[in-house]
């Protein structure tokens, strides 16, 4: 997922540089698509996967029960996490790194912390209290920044992406002009 990221950064970035918007956007929603897609993949083997993983680790049955449960949330959160990974590369593509660090500030330390520390001792649902919350928090972080890329004039990024070309400051024997 961090790979999906990093090429959809690259190439998003990449592609507005060179004033070619229609490329961008289509790089862009590719990843969005390819993450979403492998999300869920990634969601369905952790469902197909619970009732061995525990086993591998512990023979002690509350144990396996508890990964065998944990595992159902934990595929929520895979599905929620690659979109979110590919949506932040696709931000910071388009040279807005901060949009993505006050949405996962927001999201995480604003939200899903505190939801998930409640959840979990106040209301003592335990572990799934934190994962509860941890989901909340990674949707919330998918939404703003789903917001923000659905947003995005893809033109107007292109264009705002140019560096001018300034005329040379010294002519072609070496002298400044």
């Known amino acids: 997922m961090l790979s999906l990221a990093t090429c959809a950064s690259t190439r998003v970035s990449n592609e507005l540089g060179a004033n070619r918007a229609g490329p961008a956007y289509q790089s ?5 698509a390819v993450s979403m897609v492998s999300g869920c993949l990634g969601g369905l083997v952790m469902v197909a996967a619970r009732g061995s993983w525990g086993s591998l680790f ?4 509350g144990i396996v029960r508890g990964v065998k449960k944990m595992m159902l949330l934990m595929a ?3 599905v929620v996490n690659f979109p979110l990974a590919a949506c932040g590369g696709i ?10 660090m006050y949405a996962n500030l927001g ?5 899903a912390l505190p939801l998930g520390v ?4 106040e209301v003592k649902l335990g572990l799934s209290g934190l994962l509860i919350g941890f989901l909340i928090g990674m949707v919330a972080c998918l939404i703003l920044l789903l917001i923000f890329v659905l947003r995005i004039n893809w033109d107007e990024e292109a264009v705002g992406k140019l560096i001018p070309r300034h005329a040379s400051t010294t002519s072609r024997d070496g002298k400044k002009k």
């Open 28 to 32: 862009a929603f590719v990843s969005l």
């Open 58 to 61: 512990s023979h002690d049955k």
């Open 76 to 78: 929520l959160v895979e």
């Open 91 to 100: 931000v910071r593509g388009t040279a807005r790194p901060w949009l993505a």
């Open 107 to 111: 999201g995480f330390y604003l939200l």
């Open 118 to 121: 409640v959840l979990a001792f």
